[in-house]
């Protein structure tokens, strides 16, 4: 063994195609998960932009600590569970979900805002190949 030892012999190694599947090639694989933005990568353009985003998660800790405070600590953590549950019923990869179980739970289904009436970009439907997105999502590709 040199003098550099082990850490420096794991830092020259070389990286193996077939041993890192998530970018093979250093190279993003696009088709399965999506075209990259510089958008995505940018901070807040306006100060009240991150808390609109966080909204929903302080809604919903200022729930929970609300519920803890007045029946304990088993009213939250059933609730969480329940979100849990319905966060997991999903269409099919290929399908977005409009999560209604979930939405139910937290009383958005009897208030009607933006994306209600001009539909959120985000949540269009897209269609791409069935077959190879479920088999991305159960891990066999």
């Known amino acids: 063994m040199n003098s550099r030892g082990v850490r420096s ?15 093979s090639y250093g ?8 075209f990259t933005s510089v958008k995505n990568e940018l901070l807040p353009s306006h100060p009240l932009e991150l808390p609109e985003k966080n909204f929903q998660l302080n809604q919903d800790k200022m729930n929970f600590s609300t ?16 979100y ?4 997991q019923i999903q269409r099919l990869p290929f399908l ?3 999560n209604l179980a979930l939405e139910t739970l937290r009383g958005g289904d009897e208030a009607i805002g933006f994306e209600d009436i001009l539909n959120d970009p985000a949540l269009s439907e897209t269609m791409g190949e069935p077959h190879s997105m479920v088999e991305y999502k ?3 590709l």
Do not use: F, T, Y
């Open 67 to 82: 519920l803890r405070n007045i029946q304990g600590l088993h009213a939250p953590l059933k609730l969480q569970m329940e």
């Open 9 to 23: 012999q794991l830092k020259d190694s070389v990286h193996v195609a077939g041993l890192c599947p998530h970018r």
């Open 84 to 87: 849990r549950a319905a966060r």
């Open 96 to 98: 977005q979900s409009s």
């Open 27 to 34: 190279v993003q694989d696009s088709l399965r998960s999506g």
């Open 138 to 140: 159960l891990g066999l």
